[in-house]
């Protein structure tokens, strides 16, 4: 079985981890029988930590799993720090199968999207007005 593990930063506000957990339940919703487990993991501030996240899905019966950023930039924890952890639980975990996809910002739809959204073409639960 696949298992999908989404990373996130993770934040002192709790309402923003909240964010994260919700839109992976929203995934594992969506996945079908893609992925028979889709979990969360922060790279730091919060609880569960990626190697955590992956243990999760391992743990509910995946033999591969990929780990998919939810960032929008090619910064260090996108290049560096999520892949060392992904090694080290790999090491750990050597029967199953791990890859990182690519991070959310190097889709080429992004431009689209942010074009859309300041349209206000697409629906979100939230926006901002300033007076």
């Known amino acids: 079985m696949r298992g999908l593990v989404l990373v996130a930063h993770g934040s002192r506000r709790a309402a923003a981890n909240v ?3 919700e839109l992976a339940r929203q995934v594992a919703l969506q996945a ?3 992925y028979g ?5 922060f790279l730091e501030m919060a609880e569960p930590s990626i190697p955590d996240a992956i243990q999760q899905a391992i743990d509910a019966g995946a ?4 780990v998919v950023p ?6 260090r924890h ?3 720090d999520i892949p060392r952890q992904v090694r080290r639980k790999q090491a ?3 029967a199953v199968r791990m890859t990182i996809a690519p991070y959310l910002g190097a889709l080429a739809t992004i431009p689209d999207l942010l074009l859309k959204l300041a349209s206000g073409s697409l629906s979100c639960e939230t926006e901002q007005r300033l007076a």
């Open 19 to 21: 964010e994260v957990a």
């Open 78 to 80: 996108v290049t560096e």
């Open 92 to 94: 750990d975990c050597s």
């Open 70 to 75: 939810y960032f929008l930039s090619a910064g």
């Open 63 to 66: 033999t591969e799993v990929v």
């Open 37 to 41: 487990v889709v979990t969360h993991g």
């Open 32 to 34: 079908g029988a893609r």
